[in-house]
């Protein structure tokens, strides 16, 4: 299977798009002045315990208290407990874990009141985003994941990823690994660790380990709490390193400083591929020219259509989200009822596994199928759902279909899900229902353009339209078009771009630097007469 990235850098968020065999699979949206914080190491203090939860909040720098369930202490929390100890009573020495006399486990069935207090200070791990009104979820069970390998201080176990098949490549993988790593560091190899020699693993292992005792030395010299002691990576980098694989044929930015942290991270895991990073530099949006716009604005909305008038009806509550299947117009494609289900029931579980992934829906979803009467038909159906959740990263569970015919599917959630609006305010009427006649639109452009250049004398610019303006405004000979007359008239110089992000009367003006120059009309108040 052919994947593409594609990596959509603006001035308020980045979007990473993942595309495989030309269809978008997994969106990602970040602000950038949020972080993304999964994976992020900290040294917090206890604020509150919650003995009837067997939980304690903790602060990690939240609004929200960051929540600790004692399951999630893990059994290594009495040797990091007496670690931490050792570490901030004398700050001076960092105690090497190494030589560290590991503690006894911890017993699975304890009580949280046992092991913590008030404003005991533990290292902790964010396991899960806020999400909805909850903080994040944290873990005391610390882990420093890199492309081959996972550092896990205080474990002292290799434990090989179960997709890793053959018996022989796992045992050289183990006794590799029992031989390189240091006492008292816990080791998971990942699939992508099959067949790679032991220079590779060996000079990541140092360099999990060196991340570790970075962290150690912050904790050190830091006296006040909560105190980041090891930042995951940003999203781009952390997402290409859970997908990478042989089978990317490219990954397209349109930033030149994300382009070069990509460059750098590629060239240390697979050098011989960094020719895959390109960088794209047209003036039409990235995502445009990708054909990725159409299929956000298709893909996220309440109602999907998926196959000859078929569709989905996707609604979300705080519990759990419901997927309804309908056939639509295909019903009257054929006179077998059975057969036409079958059909339309295979197609929506295809659509359905991408939809997962797309919108990083997590929970419990519940499925509607259309009604089946023979039993091999349900099966073909559940079996054709656990294939197409075979390329879904997030752990999952997928149930038989009930009598009813619903199918319950569980997946992890780590982070909230990926919401899109794909509805358009009318940039015109801004909602009211009324605006000024379109066919005036192109003169109030055209005024737009004579204030840029005459009053704010700004002769180069970008003006970003929907294509079918655009076209409007390139139709006819090349010295005869709107956008020639304005460019002699106005004696400026600017580039139309037409963009499928845009409504239909909606417009952006931008300067040579991407500055967006803000020249709509303000928001008219509509009086009426009673």
């Known amino acids: ?258 382009y070069e942290e990509v460059c750098d991270y590629v060239r240390q895991i697979a050098p011989e591929r960094v020719g895959i990073v390109k960088f794209y530099d047209d003036e039409l949006p990235i995502f445009d020219y990708f054909g990725i716009t159409k299929q956000i604005k298709s893909g996220f909305g309440r109602t999907v259509s998926f196959k000859n008038g078929a569709y989905l009806i996707i609604e979300h509550t705080e519990a759990m989200h419901v997927i309804d299947v309908n056939s639509g117009n295909k019903s009257k494609a054929g006179n077998d009822q059975e057969e036409n289900a079958i059909e339309v029931n295979l197609a929506a579980g295809d659509e359905i596994a991408r939809q997962l992934r797309l919108r990083d829906m997590g929970g419990i979803i519940v499925v509607d199928f259309i009604d089946m009467v023979k039993p091999e038909n349900r099966q073909k159906l559940y079996d054709r759902m656990k294939e197409n959740m075979l390329h879904d990263r997030a752990r999952h569970n997928i149930l038989q279909l009930s009598k009813f015919g619903l199918m319950q599917i569980t997946r992890q959630r780590v982070r909230p899900e990926m919401h899109i609006e794909t509805e358009e305010v009318c940039p015109t009427c801004y909602g009211k229902g009324v605006s000024q006649p379109s066919i005036l639109f192109v003169d109030a452009l055209e005024n737009k353009i004579d204030y840029l250049t005459n009053s704010l004398k700004i002769k180069r610019f970008k003006l970003m339209v929907h294509p079918y303006v655009a076209a409007f405004i390139n139709r006819g000979f090349p010295f005869f078009t709107l956008k020639w007359k304005w460019k002699r008239r106005f004696k400026s110089s600017f580039s139309l771009i037409p963009s499928q992000s845009l409504s239909f009367l909606q417009y952006q003006f931008y300067d040579e630097q991407g500055n967006e120059i803000d020249l709509r009309e303000e928001v008219e108040t509509v009086s009426t007469k009673g």
């Open 1 to 258: 299977m052919n994947s593409e990235l594609v990596i959509d850098v603006q001035a308020s968020k980045i979007s990473i798009a993942l595309l495989e065999e030309k269809k978008l699979v997994e969106f990602n949206r970040e602000i950038q002045s949020e972080t993304f914080s999964v994976g992020d190491i900290y040294l917090a203090k206890v604020r509150k315990l919650m003995p009837g939860l067997n939980a304690s909040f903790v602060d990690v720098g939240y609004e929200k208290g960051a929540f600790l369930h004692y399951q999630d202490l893990g059994p290594q929390f009495s040797s990091m407990v007496a670690y931490t100890k050792e570490l901030l009573n004398n700050r001076k020495h960092i105690p090497s874990l190494s030589k560290f006399q590991l503690k006894k486990d911890l017993d699975k069935n304890g009580s949280i009141a046992d092991v913590l207090v008030q404003g005991q200070e533990i290292f902790v791990q964010i396991a899960k985003e806020p999400i909805s009104t909850k903080g994040p979820r944290l873990t005391s069970e610390i882990s420093i994941a890199g492309r081959y390998l996972v550092l896990m201080p205080f474990a002292d176990k290799v434990y090989v990823s179960q997709k890793i098949k053959s018996q022989e490549e796992r045992n050289r993988i183990k006794q590799l690994m029992r031989s390189i790593k240091p006492k008292n560091f816990g080791v998971i190899v990942r699939t992508v660790a099959e067949g790679v020699d032991v220079k590779e693993l060996d000079a990541e292992l140092r360099a999990l380990v060196k991340r570790w005792e970075v962290g150690m030395e912050k904790a050190s010299r830091s006296s006040k709490l909560p105190i980041l002691l090891c930042e995951e990576s940003g999203r781009t980098v952390s997402i290409l390193r859970d997908i990478f694989n042989p089978s990317f044929e490219n990954i397209h930015l349109n930033d030149r400083k994300v």
